[in-house]
T-cell receptor, first 113, second 114 residues
Framework: GQQVMQIPQYQHVQEGEDFTTYCNSS?????IQWYKQRPGGHPVFLIQ?????EVKKQKRLTFQFGEAKKNSSLHITATQTTDVGTYFC?????????????FGQGTILTVHP | DAMVIQNPRYQVTQFGKPVTLSCSQT?????MYWYQQKSSQAPKLLFH???????NEADTPDNFQSRRPNTSFCFLDIRSPGLGDAAMYLC?????????????FGPGTRLTVL
């Protein structure tokens, strides 16, 4: 079945430093989504990438989808304490997994003021 | 505001005692999902409904059942909860599947099994 690996599992940064999390799928994806889950909260949708090589930006966040549509990354520039949480990538594939999301393990981001 | 609502937010049950968690949505979405999330882990899909069509994940235990009596409501029934079923249960909805499957999550129900 489809597997989505995400690294690193944990990331501790000083406020102002940059942060990147990487996501790799065992199969080609139709699209990839990113979610943020604050401590004690529920996942909240951030963005969806559909096209090969797509790059999208939301303020300090930059999302990329690989050319082969098997990997993705989220980069945060100049982290702030409000960025604390777990960032999940979630891939949607084809075949029997069409339309269903397979979540990566998540990267837990801690930002020290 | 359109939203996904889960009740109760916290549920305590005894080992083997059936429990039902509920989810409702005002988004009028076609798809409703149930996920199980354990501490520091990713959400794990249990099953989903596309309208009335039920889709069970292959590795979802038979102990877990679901009902969707109408578009707005979906229930998760755990027939005989074990200690390993203690987790956060997340309900989510999406307008459709394929490229239109941005998911909206409810706040979750945290289940404790004594």
């Amino acid at each position: 079945g489809q597997q989505v690996m995400q690294i690193p599992q944990y990331q501790h940064v000083q406020e102002g430093e940059d942060f990147t999390t990487y996501c790799n799928s065992s199969t080609t994806l139709s699209n990839i989504q990113w979610y943020k889950q604050r401590p004690g909260g529920h996942p909240v949708f951030l963005i969806q990438l559909v096209k090969s090589g797509e790059v999208k930006k939301q303020k300090r966040l930059t999302f990329q989808f690989g050319e082969a549509k098997k990997n993705s990354s989220l980069h945060i520039t100049a982290t702030q304490t409000t960025d604390v949480g777990t960032y999940f990538c979630a891939g949607s594939g084809g075949g029997t997994s069409y339309g269903k999301l397979t979540f990566g393990q998540g990267t837990i981001l801690t930002v020290h003021p | 505001d359109a939203m996904v609502i889960q009740n109760p937010r916290y549920q305590v049950t005894q080992f083997g005692k059936p429990v039902t968690l509920s989810c409702s949505q005002t988004l009028n979405h076609n798809v409703m999902y149930w996920y199980q999330q354990k501490s520091s882990q990713a959400p794990k899909l249990l099953f989903h409904y596309y309208d009335k069509d039920f889709n069970n994940e292959a590795d979802t235990p038979d102990n877990f059942q679901s009902r969707r009596p109408n578009t707005s409501f979906c229930f998760l029934d755990i027939r005989s909860p074990g200690l390993g079923d203690a987790a956060m249960y997340l309900c989510a909805t999406s307008r459709g599947m394929g490229e239109w499957n941005e998911q909206f999550f409810g706040p979750g129900t945290r289940l404790t099994v004594l």
